[in-house]
């Protein structure tokens, strides 16, 4: 798989035949079964421990797949037939462990990428690693594939008076289950489908929840008359334009959860499909929250004007006590503060001077699949084209 190593009084210089993959998630998972099905030697680097560390390590103990499994699969392995059509976060990272087995992918584990720079006079890519003992290893290589996701690093907002407040703030990626918060009055800032879970599920432990909504959010049922909603919108789409299938979904949301408004819960003027592609911005699917909502169980306040010891003060003039904070805030990654690529890539996957992203669409786990794919494919087609170069170079050599 490597051409040569190399040492010196620094680091240690590595070349790739292939491209280097940086993520042992889903996404770089996928990428690396593409390329170990074409015959493409590659070398993935993952600054954790395990596979899926995002899952593994920072998700919370009831977390399920939003969507039905069929549209949660990597190529070439389906998950297993007596899966429920949700799994759990412990199934997840099951097929996940099973997927890396059965297409013997090998990640170096605790390499943290420290940088990544495209070297123009010799057409290459730079890949510095820094291990946990402190040594560094460069990868040299011509293509190189960038697969940490869109959810990596935690967001933590700027909030006035975070530092005098005298309770526990944790991010979210921290939470593992409201045991603790048995009894406690607890700030959840963020309404997206983690602040809405967190927020069910401390409920679930006798919790008192109070969730921060600044702006407008689309709340839709899981499934709508059955069928899963994600699943409905994508049939409509086959055959009916995105604005009007927005309509629809919002028509048949409405007849089902009923006016959210009148619990705080004001829709964007923008279609729940339209704001996922044009701003990211994924719909909360409900799985519970919103009967606690209804019922007064989970409190929606307002955005937070200040924090002081135990108090929270919101925009419009109310004061909430509380005794913890949970910053469901979510991600940023490797490329920019937004976690997103500072100029778009070809089709969302395709950068240039060899680099690609994988999982960046905004189409969750089936968009991670299908860049998978088509990242594969096309490493493949230029590394075939190169290994024949080599071998008409070598047979001209020996005339």
């Known amino acids: 798989m490597l051409g040569f190593e190399e040492d010196n009084a620094f680091c240690r210089c590595v070349w790739v035949n292939g491209p280097v993959i940086v993520g042992a998630g889903p996404s770089g998972l996928a990428v690396a079964a593409g390329l170990k099905e074409h015959g493409v030697p590659y070398v993935i680097l993952e600054r954790s421990n395990c596979i899926a560390s995002l899952w593994q390590n920072k998700t919370y103990d009831r977390l399920k797949l939003h969507l039905p499994k069929k549209f949660c699969e990597l190529p070439g392995i389906p998950f297993p037939s007596d899966y429920p059509e949700y799994p759990s976060k412990r199934q997840f990272i099951e097929y996940l462990e099973n997927y890396a087995k059965h297409f013997d992918i090998n990640p170096r584990f605790n390499e943290c990428v420290e940088s990544a720079k495209f070297d123009e006079e010799c057409n290459l890519w730079k890949v510095k ?157 409900d799985i519970g929250a919103l009967q606690r909502i209804k019922s007064g169980e989970i409190q929606i306040v307002t955005g937070i004007k200040t924090l002081s010891p135990g108090t929270a003060e919101f925009i419009n003039g109310d004061k909430v006590k509380i005794d913890s904070i949970i910053l469901a805030t979510g991600y940023q990654d490797f490329f920019t503060e937004n976690g997103f690529p500072k100029s778009a890539f070809q089709n969302g996957w395709k950068g240039k001077d060899g680099l690609y992203a994988a999982g960046f669409t905004r189409r969750g786990i089936a968009g991670a699949s299908a860049d998978a794919v088509k990242i594969s494919e096309d490493i493949f087609r230029i590394w075939k084209n190169d290994m024949k170069q080599q071998k008409g170079r070598r047979q001209i050599s020996t005339l």
């Open 129 to 285: 690693t820094v291990s946990l003992d402190g040594s560094v290893v460069e990868y040299i290589c011509q293509q190189l594939v960038v697969a940490t996701g869109e959810n990596a690093d935690p967001v933590v907002p700027e909030i006035e008076g975070l530092t005098e407040f005298d309770g526990e703030v944790i991010h979210a990626c921290d939470y593992r289950n409201g045991e603790r918060y048995r009894g406690k009055k607890v700030l959840v800032v963020g309404c997206g489908n983690s602040g809405m879970e967190l927020s069910l599920d401390l409920c679930i432990h006798d919790a008192k929840p109070a969730m921060v909504v600044r702006s407008s959010v689309h709340v839709l049922p899981r499934e709508i008359f059955g069928k899963s909603t994600f699943e409905t919108a994508m049939l409509f789409l086959r055959w009916l334009p995105l604005w009007l299938v927005d309509k629809i979904l919002l028509a048949l949301t409405w007849i089902i959860l009923g006016n959210l408004e009148k619990y705080g819960l004001k829709r964007s003027p923008i279609g729940p499909l339209e704001l996922k592609n044009t701003q990211g911005k994924t719909p909360v699917l």
